[in-house]
T-cell receptor, first 114, second 106 residues
Framework: ETGVTQTPRHLVMGMTNKKSLKCEQH?????MYWYKQSAKKPLELMFV???????ENNSVPSRFSPECPNSSHLFLHLHTLQPEDSALYLC?????????????FGSGTRLTVV | GENVEQHPSTLSVQEGDSAVIKCTYS??????FPWYKQELGKRPQLIID?????GEKKDQRIAVTLNKTAKHFSLHITETQPEDSAVYFC?????FGTGTSLTVIP
C-alpha cells in the first residue's frame, strides 16, 4: 500500500441509489483531492481540500457531494448518478495544499452506474 | 482554471531510443511542475518534478526541462526500456494534461 487507501475498489450502483466512496491517507498529509478518470477526460479535477477546508470545486454536479471530516479522511457521497458518471474515481493526497507538492494517489474506485 | 496541453497523445519508440513529451501551460502562478507515470491498471505515480527556480532536473534515465518564458516543460526518457511503456501525465496547478501513451518496442 502506498499510504492512500480507497474503498470500495469496485462499485456498481443504480441511478436511484445512494453510495459513498471513502479515502484514507496515513502519510500525515494536509491536502486531499478527488479526481475522475475516464477515457474522455483522463484526469479531471473534482474537489480540493486543504486542512479540511474545501478550496476548489471544479464545477462538479451536485449529485457528487464531498466530505472531509479530518485531514486523514475524505468521502465522496453519490446520489442519483447518471450512466456517464461511470469512471475510475481517484483520491490523492499531498503534504500541503496549494500547487507545490506532488500527489500520492490511491488505487481508485471503479464505479459503474447502471 | 489552468489550461494544460500535452503532446503527443501516443508515442512509439524502439527500445534504446529516446522519448520526449511536451506540455504547455497558461497560468504562471504556480512554480511546480510534476510528471506522473500510470501503468495499465495501476494508480498514477510521481516520477519526477521541477520547480521554476531551475531549468532542468535529472534522475537516472529521466529528465525534465522547463522554459518559463515559453511556458512549456518537457519529459525526456533516454535509453528506453519495455518497462517504460505506460501513460505519462504532466500537471500544473491541480490540472493534468491529457496523457501520452508511450510504447517501447523491444
Amino acid at each position: 500500500e502506498t499510504g492512500v487507501t480507497q474503498t470500495p475498489r469496485h462499485l456498481v450502483m443504480g441511478m436511484t441509489n445512494k453510495k459513498s466512496l471513502k479515502c484514507e491517507q496515513h502519510l500525515g498529509h494536509n491536502a486531499m483531492y478527488w479526481y475522475k478518470q475516464s477515457a474522455k477526460k483522463p484526469l479531471e479535477l473534482m474537489f480540493v481540500y486543504s486542512l479540511e477546508e474545501r478550496v476548489e470545486n471544479n464545477s462538479v454536479p451536485s449529485r457528487f457531494s464531498p466530505e472531509c471530516p479530518n485531514s486523514s479522511h475524505l468521502f465522496l457521497h453519490l446520489h442519483t448518478l447518471q450512466p456517464e458518471d461511470s469512471a475510475l474515481y481517484l483520491c490523492a493526497s499531498a503534504p500541503l495544499g496549494g500547487n507545490d507538492y506532488g500527489y500520492t494517489f490511491g488505487s481508485g474506485t471503479r464505479l459503474t452506474v447502471v | 482554471g489552468e489550461n494544460v496541453e500535452q503532446h503527443p497523445s501516443t508515442l512509439s519508440v524502439q527500445e534504446g531510443d529516446s522519448a520526449v513529451i511536451k506540455c504547455t501551460y497558461s497560468d504562471s502562478a504556480s512554480n511546480y511542475f510534476p510528471w506522473y507515470k500510470q501503468e495499465l491498471g495501476k494508480r498514477p505515480q510521481l516520477i519526477i518534478d521541477i520547480r521554476s527556480n531551475v531549468g532542468e532536473k535529472k534522475d537516472q534515465r529521466i529528465a525534465v526541462t522547463l522554459n518559463k518564458t515559453a511556458k512549456h516543460f518537457s519529459l525526456h526518457i533516454t535509453e528506453t526500456q519495455p518497462e517504460d511503456s505506460a501513460v505519462y501525465f504532466c500537471a500544473h496547478q491541480f490540472y493534468f494534461g491529457t496523457g501520452t501513451s508511450l510504447t517501447v518496442i523491444p
